[in-house]
């Protein structure tokens, strides 16, 4: 379906933002080990889990997400994708953003490229505007 990691995530958040939870899940392996993790949230587990809560998300209508500076970590049969999310706070022009750390995974399987894991938290404001090392030199 996806030939390549990159074409599933434009096509992830391009089903958020047109609020079309089918097209989303079909970015999302068929396999019950697919993991998501949103903002704050539980760890949500299998594809029906995972299907509900973006159906929830959603049902609010479109996410204004703008993915940005994304660091790719690529081997034969899976795919990293570390990024930041600029999350727009409300549907209005001048609206304000929320950022979150996210990571993405990708496992290339007989139908291609598909997600297994997606996991969003919190990140500060100046998250958006910091060089690509957020922090150099610092250990966790």
Partial sequence: ???TP???EHAFYEALEQADPVRLMQVWADDEEIVC???GGLRVVGHDAVQESW???LSSGPL???PMRPLVLLSMMS???VLIEQIATSGHPGASFANCYVTNIYHKGPTGW???MHHASPAPAEAGVLDLHDVPDMLH
Avoid: N
């Fill in 37 to 39: 993790i949103h903002p």
């Fill in 64 to 66: 204004r997400v703008r």
């Fill in 6 to 8: 990159d074409e599933a």
């Fill in 114 to 116: 598909r997600m297994v």
């Fill in 1 to 3: 379906m996806f030939a």
């Fill in 55 to 57: 159906q929830q998300i």
């Fill in 79 to 81: 795919a990293v994708h």
